[in-house]
């Protein structure tokens, strides 16, 4: 979020950046700018600092926003790498649940255990499913883009490290 501002502009300018690395680089064009309108501000890094090359990583472009990505981002005859959206050691169940306690059960009887992550259509819905799954017992954090962005990083960072197996999240 910092990177467009303009003081942090002008002291990249004083620097000698050999490259620069976007991460999640879908959100540039889908999903991310919503919350974090910054990501459309990106090619900016284009005009600030010409020379250095720009890599763009995302797992989830479509072939739209990978030319988003492009456009976007001002990158100059890039090499790209794809491959499959697939991933052996994930497995993606869609089930929807009327409400937080059938949420609560699903989650109980059929991933217990695991490592898993919950969609809720809203904030306030995030926040009462996790809160729900805490009480009954199973390690749940919240994940959304209007929380403090210490605390979104401190339960990505539990979820990461298995210490809190259930992340409940908005689609973005």
Known sequence: ERI???????WLKRLDVSLFAIDEAHCISEWGHEFRPEYRQLGVLREVCPEPPIAAFTGSATRRVRHDILHQLKLRDPGKFIVSFYRSNLKIVAKQCETQDLTCKYVLREHEGETVIVYAPTIREVEATAEALVARGIAAS?????MESSRRQENQDKWMNGECPVMVGTLA
């Open 4 to 10: 467009v501002r303009g003081d942090t502009l002008e």
């Open 142 to 146: 919240a994940y959304h883009g209007q």
